[in-house]
Structure formats: C-alpha cells, structure tokens
C-alpha cells in the first residue's frame, strides 16, 4: 500500500482544514465528523474554538496536531482517508465503481435498491444522493459487505442453441 503523502501545510476554517501535502496536492478537509465522534479526554480542549483555530503540523508532517506533543490531532493516513470519502461521486465515480465490481446494469440498480433507469440516470449524469456513494464506496472497500448482499443475476439475453 502506498504510504499518504506528509502533511507540509495546514489551516482551518470553521471545521474544514485546508492540507498542503509534500506531494503539491492541496485538499479541503471536514473533520467535524471526526472531531463529534467520542475520544479521549485529552481531545476536550478541541472544543475550545480558540484551540480548534490553531492547527499544526507535527510529527515530522504525519500529524494535524493542537497539542505541542502532538497527541492531540488527527494523523495523515485518516486524513486523506477523509479526503477520498468527500471526494465528489458522480457519473464517471459509479461507472467505474460498476466495472470494478463486474456488476451488470441490472445487478448494480439491484444492489443499490433503484430501478434500473434510475441507475442509468446515475451513469449519465443525474445527481448520485449522497447514501448511494457512500454505499458503493463502502461495498468496494469491504468486500464482505458486497458479498452479503449482491446477487448475480442470469446473463441477459436468448439461452444458446443446443447442439
């Protein structure tokens, strides 16, 4: 697995943080998911807005820190973990999401529980709701998940002649 890139750069707006990576690639980040999920005491002073506002990097660029040690914060790898999960999802995001799980037309409006033609809109262009991408983002990375509930259907058309 390639290791994320180091964190160069980081500033905060609100709950997005804005990370520069080594690598040049600049991304918005929300964390204010992250930051309503429990934790540890020690992740308290977060809900200070003064300390909230003032993000660093630490641990030599693997770290969004608000601690001088560096124990508060959130780590590069959950980071860009974020990033991928609010990347936007549409046509061309569900085309290849269909190919990479070899399903069908039918067998993906199948799995995501829409009609056929709704799929289709999907890959045209319609606006993908936010649940049907965080689903297939969660059947590709978990292959159990997909498993669980996919269900192959025939191949479309006339059976061949017998011999």
Request: with cysteine.
């Amino acid at each position: 697995m390639n290791e994320p890139p180091r964190i160069d750069t980081v500033t905060i707006d609100g709950t997005v943080l804005t990370v520069g990576w080594k690598d040049g690639a600049l991304e918005d980040i929300d964390i204010a998911g992250w930051l309503a999920r429990p934790g540890p005491v020690e992740f308290d002073i977060l809900k200070d807005p003064d300390v909230l506002a003032r993000p660093l990097v630490a641990g030599w660029g693997t770290v969004v820190a608000w601690d001088d040690e560096g124990d508060v914060g959130i780590d590069n790898v959950h980071l860009r973990l974020l990033a991928e999960q609010q990347r936007p999802f549409g046509a061309e995001e569900i085309s290849g999401w269909q190919s990479r799980m070899g399903l069908s037309n039918n067998e993906a409006a199948d799995i995501l529980n829409v009609g056929k033609s709704t799929f289709h809109g999907y890959k045209t262009g319609t606006t993908i709701p936010r649940t049907v991408a965080i689903a297939c983002r969660a059947m590709e990375r978990d292959p159990l998940l997909f498993e669980a509930h996919h269900r192959p259907r025939p191949a479309a058309g006339r059976p061949p002649k017998a011999a």
